[in-house]
């Protein structure tokens, strides 16, 4: 009996040395060496090299110089890494109902220039709540609104958006997209940085 429980021992520590230092620490340096960005988060820098955010984190944006990113459902403000989720809410919920519509006020009252109708990924959160994308139509729909905050034509702002746009991953999986944080960026880089 105390043979066998010896057995048992040395396997399960061996299972944890080899599972739980050993593969952890493997998988960490070659991520630090293969994909050294991604493996530290994605992370995203101003001109002066200041960390902003990451591009795979979704942020809040709501002054008129800027693009805004679809609404989200992670936390009680929203944007919020360490409750991400869904708002859960179906076709037939009042309650999602409600915020799309009160939604379609708050942008057609900032976006008077822009055509009807809004697009859906500006009145729906993402799965997730935190997703850092818009589709092109939804940028590009902004694009009046964000001109005209920082006077500037809006064929120049809608060239930064096209600019911008990221196609499918290896030419088919996924949809054409924009990096709300990304593009906020380049405008920053193309027309200034706004003055607070």
Do not use: C
């Not at 043979?3 to 061996?14: E, N, S, W």
């Not at 944006?61 to 890494?81: I, K, L, M």
């Amino acid at each position: 009996m105390v043979k066998t429980i010896l057995i048992a021992l040395r396997v399960t520590a061996g299972t944890l040395i080899l599972t739980g230092l050993v593969y952890p620490l493997a998988m960490t340096g070659l991520a630090q060496l293969l994909f050294p960005g991604q493996a530290n988060g994605s992370l995203v820098t101003d001109e002066h090299g200041v960390v902003v955010g990451s591009e795979l984190i979704g942020q809040r944006f709501t002054t008129s110089v800027y693009f805004h990113p679809r609404p989200s459902a992670a936390g009680q403000q929203g944007y919020d890494p360490t409750a991400s989720s869904g708002s859960n809410l179906g076709p037939t919920s009042k309650k999602l109902r409600d915020r799309v519509t009160t939604e379609i006020v708050r942008l057609r009252q900032e976006n008077p220039d822009s055509p009807l109708p809004v697009p859906a990924d500006l009145v729906t959160s993402s799965a997730s709540g935190l997703d850092p994308h818009l589709s092109p139509q939804a940028a590009l729909w902004q694009v009046p609104r964000v001109a005209r905050a920082r006077s500037v034509a809006a064929e120049r702002v809608r060239a930064v958006v096209q600019a911008n746009v990221q196609g499918r991953d290896l030419g088919l999986f996924g949809e054409p997209r924009v990096n709300v944080l990304l593009l906020n960026l380049a405008l920053d880089r193309r027309f200034g940085r706004p003055s607070r």
